[in-house]
């Protein structure tokens, strides 16, 4: 399955990578979303990066402050996040997922254990 990392706790306006990686899979086949699920809420499709043509999907939560980016060679997908916020605070998930054209399924399968991301003060 897929294996995340990066994961911290920072203080509001903080960054933080977070890693992708999957040693079976055919990774680089597979469009790769992040997911986030935070205690009490809904599971939230965060992003996504096409297997087709590397386009890059984001919810309008994190648009313009997150960024997904996929290394072939490595095999890993990255989410650069920027400018966070106490509701950025939550576990992410990375997937297999569909991204294509105007569609984003945020149809998961093969995640992880996740990540902690805690933003506070």
């Known amino acids: 399955q897929l294996v995340e990392s990066g994961g911290d706790s920072v203080q509001p306006g903080g960054s933080l990578r977070l890693s992708c990686a999957a040693s079976v899979l055919t990774f680089n086949s597979y469009s790769i979303g992040w997911f986030r699920q935070a205690p009490g809420k809904e599971r939230e499709g965060v992003s996504c990066?096409?297997?087709?043509?590397?386009?890059?999907y984001y919810a309008d939560s994190v648009k313009g402050r997150f960024t997904i980016s996929r290394d072939v060679a490595k095999k890993k997908v990255y989410l650069d996040m920027k400018s966070l916020k106490p509701e950025d605070t939550a576990v992410y998930y990375c997937?297999?997922?569909?991204?294509?054209?105007?569609?984003?399924?945020?149809?998961?399968?093969?995640w992880g254990q996740g990540t902690q991301v805690t933003v506070s003060s």
């Open positions: 997937a297999t997922d569909k991204c294509y054209g105007s569609t984003w399924s945020k149809v998961y399968g093969n």
């Open positions: 990066i096409s297997s087709t043509d590397g386009s890059t």
